[in-house]
């Protein structure tokens, strides 16, 4: 959903937000709203104010729940190593894990569900064969396929069957 509701968005700066407007010239009226504008923007001492029940309702009981480690962790090491910099570690853990995870996972898939003569499904890996130029050495390139069976055998002469 969009971020005003379908609404058009609407400029609270008024026609005084550009600075050519406000030297082209200002009324009393003008200068006393952009006054009290410029004192809106100033944030109290205490904001953001972080709301426990605010948080809880915008997000999914799901994602409370994956987050939980990583929360608990970093909010014991919070007074140690500052809210922001605590909240920048978070972020670079979790990211990193899912890293981590994708890479043993892709690692474990093509190490025990590759494709061979045993199963219908799998990825099928293909190796092409070498580059090798005149001159250098292995020229002519030799496959190490000696028999036309050997193209197709998806791993079946190494069974131990």
Not at 5 to 18: D, E, H, S, T
Not at 53 to 74: G, Q
Request: charged residues 25%; contains cysteine; hydrophobic residues 40%.
């Amino acid at each position: 959903m969009a971020q005003t509701a379908g609404v058009k968005p609407m400029a609270i700066a008024g026609r005084v937000a550009l600075e050519r407007e406000r030297c082209i010239g200002m009324t009393d009226a003008e200068r006393a709203w952009r006054k009290q504008w410029l004192q809106d923007q100033v944030l109290a001492a205490n904001e953001p104010v972080y709301v426990k029940e605010y948080w809880l309702e915008r997000t999914n009981i799901i994602r409370r729940i994956y987050r939980k480690p990583l929360d608990t962790v970093f909010q014991m090491l919070m007074p140690v190593l500052g809210q922001e910099r605590a909240a920048n570690y978070r972020y670079l853990t979790g990211k990193i894990g899912l890293g981590i995870v994708g890479v043993l996972s892709v690692h474990y898939y093509f190490k025990y569900h590759g494709n061979d003569w045993t199963k219908k499904g799998g990825w099928k890996v293909l190796k092409s064969k070498p580059m090798v130029l005149p001159g250098q050495p292995g020229f002519p390139f030799k496959s190490e396929r000696s028999q036309d069976a050997d193209y197709a055998d998806r791993n079946f002469k190494n069974a131990t069957i």
